[in-house]
Nanobody
């Protein structure tokens, strides 16, 4: 069974940090671009960050540039999202997605470009 499992979410104060993980089981992530998306209550799902299959290319939404860092460890079949200087507006459910099509998943941030999604992990930034 092909699965993506996110972990690492939680409650953190503004200015704090969290590291999210996206682990794959049942398949290898080596050939997939991986995107992190988030969805806040009442809002559409938005692309946050993305990394190519080799790890050589990354991109970020303007709202998280300079604060979030995406990385991958293909030996561990895991992708990470390090989130620093968190703000209340970062509160959302964070999902990872795996796709073959870098352009659609990572440049267009098209959530419909893949059917491989994790179940999400809640991030709450609040004092």
């Amino acid at each position: 069974q092909l699965q993506l499992v996110e972990s690492g979410g939680g409650l953190v104060q503004p200015g704090g940090s969290l590291r999210l993980s996206c682990a794959a089981s049942g398949f290898t992530l080596d050939y997939y671009a991986i995107g992190w998306f988030r969805q806040a209550p009442g809002k559409e799902r938005e692309g946050v960050s993305c990394i190519s299959s080799s790890g050589g290319s990354t991109n970020y939404a303007d709202s998280v540039k300079g604060r979030f860092t995406i990385s991958r460890d293909n030996a561990k079949n895991t992708v990470y999202l390090q989130m620093n200087s968190l703000k209340p507006e970062d509160t959302a459910i964070y999902y990872c997605a795996a796709g073959y099509d870098w352009f659609r998943l990572c440049v267009l941030r098209d959530a419909n470009s893949t059917g491989y999604w994790g179940q999400g992990t809640q991030v709450t930034v609040s004092s």
